[in-house]
């Protein structure tokens, strides 16, 4: 990491005047560094951030499906003993738990992997490449359901993206 010939470790110019653990640090930082740069590196740590996100959400919104006793899955669980409701309540709430982390990890890396490699390609960070991704992101999704669907997809991911880039990019 250089800032000019400023060493943030201390000192000015060269390493020669580092202590071992200092050249040390600055390896392990630069090696870090190197492997956030990488696509797959930010397509698997995406994916696993999106997966954590997705399961906690998902909870949280089974969690929701039961807070009244008039509709949703819990309307035939008010009438089974407690054991049974806690039982079938926490397997409902695992299952849709893990099928959003599912999803919300399978979005994150296939966006931010298409995002990475159209930033690569194009040598520019800029908002174009995340709307490019969230175009491409968004067909894959709704490939299977047609081309109508995939165009739909597209474009919303694509607007999505681009708002979330430009929000993020104001200065």
Same mark, same amino acid.
């Given at each position: ?18 202590? *071992?653990?200092?050249?040390?640090? =600055?390896? @392990? ?7 956030? +740069?990488?696509? *797959? ?13 997705? !399961? ?28 049974? =409701?806690?039982?079938? !309540?926490?397997?409902?709430? !695992? ?14 890396? @296939?966006?931010?992997?298409? +995002?990475?490699?159209? +930033? ?17 992101? %968004? ?6 359901? %047609? ?8 474009? !919303? ?6 708002? @979330? ?7």
């Amino acid at each position: 990491m250089s800032f000019g010939g400023f060493n943030p470790l201390g000192g000015r110019g060269s390493n020669e005047n580092m202590s *071992p653990d200092d050249l040390r640090q =600055q390896q @392990i930082i630069k090696a870090m560094q190197m492997g956030m +740069e990488s696509c *797959p590196a930010k397509t698997a740590l995406s994916g696993v951030a999106g997966f954590a996100l997705g !399961g906690v959400f998902g909870l949280f919104m089974a969690s929701m499906s039961y807070d009244t006793p008039m509709s949703g899955p819990g309307s035939t669980l008010s009438s089974l003993p407690l054991k049974q =409701q806690l039982r079938q !309540g926490f397997k409902d709430m !695992g299952s849709r738990s893990w099928s959003s982390a599912k999803n919300f990890g399978m979005v994150g890396a @296939i966006f931010s992997g298409t +995002e990475c490699c159209i +930033e690569g390609f194009r040598a520019k960070n800029d908002i174009y490449n995340g709307v490019a991704a969230g175009c491409i992101t %968004g067909g894959a999704l709704a490939a299977s359901a %047609g081309p109508q669907a995939a165009a739909i997809g597209c474009a !919303g991911f694509a607007a999505f993206s681009a708002a @979330i880039d430009y929000y993020l990019r104001m200065d």
